[in-house]
């Protein structure tokens, strides 16, 4: 069963101050040209009309930076503390869906990620729907939608002067239960129309889903293809897409000691696939050493290997690598020439050369 | 906002075509429609048919030079490459061959005259349209070096934005005035947002290392970490080593997905530079890099 009650815009506070004192509490937070989660006390400077969120939700249970464990002289300890459980609120439906598939790499599938648990254990997410879809969104294409209740326990939508909780989860119905001490508005039926109506607008906003479904069949036959070429002419190399991204995982362990001593910390710090040094070996071999490589490698873990490993396809159509890469990089071009079939056939024409070249020189 | 007439597409569509045709170049390096409002996106052009997909409006904020860096890296040894080149891409491509990165016969400038570019913050949101701050402060709408000149559309609105309407040290003059501990925390501010995704760095034209300091792992020159003090090693690092080379274009601002204000610490810095030796980044293909030569008259007021 689950409730649906209205909360005056006025009245977030309430929401928040209840969350403040079971959770550690992040939120959408302006900083001067970003929008970004941030730990947040109370509901002032909270975020929840910002168009996107700029920065990726596994920041709040994957920080970018995290010290595993401080050594000094061949003892180990972990960093000292425990955190409240997290909670998140104003979370798109894609950054939230994003946290479930984590969750199969960090925690239900093979591997057990301490931090990773500490964190998600009792967690809570107040989802925000989106009303207002941008132009790079495509949560539409990969089976979601601008309310896709998926990884929220309670999501929002914004009427206007209030907004309309529903609860998605058991944990999200107990929260609401007792999140306000005054009485608390049922919606109207006026307000459950409205409301209606924003989910239905920015349903249509998305305009038509894309079939990616051959994506995955089609990238078995791309392993050599000039696209990867044609991509990574365009492509900076830099991480920006894969920071951002709310489903790239990759890290690089640290240990950073002080110097002349035996004390230091281990440190686990995002790493991206994009950059030439994920892939260098200690002899000096890079096997992905062109931008084509490592191109290629994103698209085909994100599409491809992740699908094998989970079941899923490892991209929410968030789209925030489209809007905020320095190129114009856009995934979803890449996706419709996978599937344009175009690739392939230049691929068996380039090779035909390749041997016919390879033949005279054997000659 | 200003308005572009198809006129400048058209002549610059048309001059890359002629290149192409001629046999002048082997590619030329422009930029194409983005997906987005308020992104073109690079584009390595190698046919005359493929000329067409060329343009030139106020989305073209992109510096190019990475990308002619690569094309030519790839292409055949010998192949000159043709480069769509606005007033600041102008100046730092004079800046490369100063520095001996590319010889002057190895390009084939194609100048356009640029009325400024919009800030691509917010690319997804249509109705946000601001010019950028460093066209505000540019004081060159046209590249100092070209072949080909590419007629500019007119510039009609503004909205009282237009490029070199700002003066051109206004902010950093009136951010050194506010006192030392209000700087520093706006740094730390601006820096907290920094992911090191490094962004700003492979979108600067004048970031050409191929292998930058924070790449350095054996032994580790800087520590990987997203923290305060090893993102503003990196900031500072960088502003340093484009000292008396950067040429202000902002494709480092425009680049950072973050919004990350780097363009203060480089205006200090080109300041000084101005100041001391009397030195413009990129206008003179016979200068002697500000840093990089000395003169007897060159201030000296800092030995004790």
């Not at chain 1, 050594?71 to 994003?98: F, H, M, Q, V, W």
Request: aromatic letters at 6%.
């Amino acid at each position: 069963m689950s409730s649906t009650l209205r909360v005056d815009k006025k009245d977030l506070d309430q929401l928040v101050s209840a969350l403040v004192s079971r959770y550690r509490v992040f939120g959408p937070v302006e900083l001067d040209g970003a929008t970004l989660l941030r730990e947040v006390k109370t509901a002032d400077g909270l975020a929840l009309e910002a168009r996107a969120l700029d920065g990726p939700a596994k920041a709040a249970f994957f920080p970018q930076t995290e010290t595993l464990l401080y050594y000094d002289n061949g003892t180990a300890e972990p960093p000292p503390g425990k955190d409240k459980p997290t909670a998140i609120i104003g979370l798109r439906p894609c950054d939230a869906r994003s946290l479930l598939m984590l969750d199969k790499v960090f925690s239900t599938g093979k591997y057990r990620d301490i931090p990773w648990q500490r964190r998600q254990d009792d967690n809570l997410v107040i989802g925000l729907g989106c009303g207002a879809p941008l132009e790079t969104c495509f949560c539409n294409w990969l089976g979601s939608g601008p309310f896709d209740p998926q990884g929220s326990d309670v999501m929002l939508t914004d009427i206007g002067d209030a907004y309309i909780a529903e609860s998605c989860t058991d944990k999200g119905e107990r929260f609401l239960k007792t999140a306000f001490k005054s009485q608390v508005q049922r919606p109207s039926q006026a307000d459950l129309d409205k409301a209606g109506e924003v989910r239905s607008r920015a349903q249509q906003s998305l305009g038509a889903a894309v079939d990616v479904s051959g994506v995955k069949p089609a990238l078995a036959s791309l392993l050599d293809s000039p696209l990867w070429d044609e991509v990574a002419l365009e492509c900076l190399s830099c991480a920006a897409c894969a920071y951002l991204c709310p489903t790239c995982h990759c890290f690089d362990v640290q240990d950073e000691t002080i110097p002349g001593t035996k004390q230091g910390r281990r440190v686990r710090i995002w790493d991206s696939c994009m950059s030439a040094l994920f892939t260098k070996e200690a002899s000096g071999h890079n096997p992905r050493g062109a931008a084509k490589d490592r191109m290629r490698q994103r698209v085909m873990h994100k599409f491809s290997y992740f699908v094998e490993s989970y079941g899923e396809t490892a991209c929410v159509g968030c789209g925030r690598c489209i809007r905020l890469c320095p190129v114009n990089l856009d995934i979803r071009d890449v996706l419709k020439k996978v599937v344009s079939r175009q690739y392939t056939a230049v691929r068996a024409e380039a090779k035909g050369q390749k041997s016919k070249v390879k033949g005279q020189n054997a000659g | 906002m200003m308005q572009r007439t198809a006129e400048s597409g058209q002549q610059l569509r048309e001059a890359a075509r002629k290149l192409l045709k001629d046999k002048k170049v082997g590619l030329v390096v422009g930029y194409a429609k983005g997906t987005t409002p308020r992104r073109a996106k690079p584009a390595v052009v190698k046919d005359e048919k493929d000329a067409d997909r060329l343009i030139f409006d106020e989305t073209c904020g992109i510096s190019l030079l990475p990308h002619l860096r690569k094309a030519l890296r790839a292409a055949a040894a010998g192949t000159k490459a043709g480069i769509v080149a606005k007033g600041c891409d102008g100046r730092a491509l004079v800046q490369y061959i100063v520095e001996g990165q590319l010889k002057r016969d190895d390009v084939v400038i194609i100048g356009v005259s640029c009325a400024g570019v919009v800030s691509p913050r917010h690319a997804g949101e249509k109705d946000a349209q601001e010019l950028d701050e460093a066209c505000r402060r540019c004081r060159y709408s046209v590249a100092p070096v070209y072949d080909v000149l590419v007629d500019g559309p007119a510039r009609t609105d503004t909205g009282g934005h237009g490029p070199g309407t700002a003066e051109e040290y206004a902010a950093v003059e009136e951010f050194e005035k506010r006192p030392a501990a209000e700087r520093w925390a706006w740094f730390e501010r601006e820096l907290a947002k920094c992911i090191r995704c490094y962004a700003c760095r492979n979108a600067c034209p004048m970031c050409y290392c191929d292998e930058c300091f924070v790449d350095q792992t054996n032994p580790l020159w800087l520590g990987k970490s997203a923290e305060r003090p090893d993102t503003t090693i990196f900031h500072i690092v960088r502003a340093l080593h484009t000292a008396g080379r950067c040429v202000d274009c902002g494709a480092c601002e425009r680049a950072c997905p973050l919004g990350v204000r780097l363009s203060l610490l480089n205006q200090r810095i080109a300041k000084e530079v101005k100041e001391r030796f009397g030195y413009t980044v990129g206008l003179n293909l016979d200068a002697k890099p500000a840093l990089a030569t000395y003169d007897e008259d060159d201030r000296q007021e800092f030995i004790l």
